[in-house]
């Protein structure tokens, strides 16, 4: 899938610009400040129905407006759709070929995925990030998967408000057992896709690690939960589940939160062995990172049939030149945006489209 023409209409600091990007390879530049992860943005809040870096969708209306309006003109398995993001008096609105659709139907039709120095995190720093990686990526391309998410965070919340009410009113225990059913059946579900995902993922980011680290590293994933201690008790993982809500009762009551269940899973990155987040060097972490999110191009295509576009926002000036190589040979199928405030492939030979802005807007300054 790619797109043929971006349009953006009042959406941060565009007022009103038509971008058209190529096919391969688009290389967006401008110094600081002028717009260019705003572009990046807005694609990614097109394909994902949220924005990256803002959880308020106001934030996306250019100042002194409130409403924006994102279009593109997308070629998906061979066919030619219309897609439009609105937001019109504070509710947001997605079109498909000019009819109002739920969010989730568009996710077919365009998938993105974007690789920032955020991303970073998710090797260096706590589970939640971790968690949180997971959860975008499956939900990029399983949409059932958002929802599930929703649920089971709302269900824990109910569950951890109860324990608390429980400690002052010890009655409320009796409809404890409905939200415990609930956990686990939810929680169980939420645990399966990420078993299914981090099986397939652990396949893919090794490949493309042996890829950065020259065929010296090996990286291996593994799931962390507090339920199951190993994958043979997956058959038996709903009974075990509630056991483990059964015997820390007192536990949770006392401290008033859910101590079992997929809200603090975790993922253990290696390298050689040995724990990425601990060992790692600057270089090797980077290296996971990007083995990590570059390995969602190949797995949405095994899941969709359809490469997605790969958002690459300030990401390329920090590599060197081996794994810029490498990163540029892994998108030889897709389209791809790198933002950077000069043009660091000029000394490659390979085509691309360079796009320049400034101050929100756009300008293509070279198609070869
Ligand atoms: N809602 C908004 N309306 C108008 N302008 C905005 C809005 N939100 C952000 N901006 C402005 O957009 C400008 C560009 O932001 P952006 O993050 O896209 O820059 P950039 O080109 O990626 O810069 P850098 O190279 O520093 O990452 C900023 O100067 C910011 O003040
Ligand atoms: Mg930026």
Redesign the pocket.
């Known amino acids: 899938m790619f797109i043929e023409e971006l349009k953006l209409i009042h959406y ?2 565009y007022e009103n610009e038509c971008i058209m990007p190529q096919k391969g390879i688009n290389i967006i530049v ?10 990046i ?1 807005a694609m990614f809040f097109l394909s994902r129905g949220y924005s990256h870096r803002a959880s308020n969708v106001a ?5 002194d407006h409130d409403d924006f309006f994102i279009n593109a003109r997308v070629v998906s398995e061979g066919v030619k759709h219309t897609l439009s993001a609105k937001n019109l008096q504070g509710k947001r609105q997605f079109l498909l070929d000019g009819k109002v659709k739920k969010r989730d139907k568009i996710n077919g039709i365009f998938n993105t995925i974007l690789f920032e120095p955020d991303d970073l995190k998710i090797v260096k720093e706590g589970p939640d990030k971790r968690r949180r990686f997971l959860n975008q990526e499956i939900s990029g391309f399983r949409p059932e998967y958002h929802y599930i998410l929703r649920d089971y965070e709302k269900i824990l919340n109910q569950r951890n408000s109860l324990l608390k009410n429980i400690h002052y009113q010890p009655s409320l225990i009796t409809t404890l057992e409905v939200w415990d059913e609930q956990l686990v059946q939810t929680g169980v579900r939420l645990m399966n896709h990420r078993i299914r995902y981090l099986h397939r993922l652990n396949r893919e980011a090794n490949n493309l690690h042996k890829i950065l680290s020259l065929g010296n590293e090996t990286l291996s994933l593994s799931y962390l939960n507090n339920i199951i201690d190993s994958m043979e008790e997956l058959s038996e993982i709903k009974m075990i589940f509630k056991k483990r809500l059964e015997s820390s009762r007192e536990e949770e009551i006392s401290r008033g939160s859910t101590i079992y269940g997929p809200h603090v899973d975790d993922m253990l990155i290696q390298i050689n062995g040995k724990d990425a987040r601990r060992y790692g060097s600057q270089g090797q972490q980077r290296s996971a990172a990007i083995s990590l999110k570059l390995s969602q191009i190949e797995i949405y295509y095994d899941n969709t049939g359809e490469y997605p576009v790969v958002l690459l ?2 990401i390329f000036s920090e590599l060197d030149e081996h794994r810029r190589n490498s990163i540029l040979s892994l998108l030889n199928k897709t389209q791809a945006f790198i ?1 950077c ?1 000069e043009d660091i492939l000029n000394d490659q030979c390979i085509e691309k489209n360079i796009i320049e ?1 400034v101050q ?1 807007k756009a300008q293509v300054i070279n198609n070869n």
């Open positions: 941060r600091n401008g110094e600081n400040a002028q717009g260019k992860t705003n572009l943005e934030e996306l209306a250019q100042w926002d300030d933002t405030t802005i929100g």
